[in-house]
């Protein structure tokens, strides 16, 4: 099977990157990531249609608070350990992600 090439929603990216963060404070993170990703896998490798996924995305992610607050609580994870916010990019969940970092650092 051949795999397509695409990425993410910013949706399914704050997801990730959520799942990701916490996955070392409560074991249900790391396999709801797990789960996750293998999703993206079955989309990838087209037995999972991306409709079908992004409705599994927004589930889980309205779970959690939805986009905006996944968002922050990822982005207050990373500045809590590191100090800093050190993702770069120009898709949308990165611009986002930094402009709430910004005010999480001026505080």
Known sequence: MKKRIEKPTPEAKALSLFLMAFKTIDPIYKEKSKWINKQWDLVQSRELSRT???????????SYGGYAEVLEKTVKHYIKTTGEWTMKGDDKYCQ????????????
């Open 52 to 62: 079908e996924y992004q409705q599994k995305v927004q589930k889980m992610l309205t």
């Open 96 to 107: 986002d992600a930094r402009k709430v970092a910004d005010d999480i650092l001026k505080k």
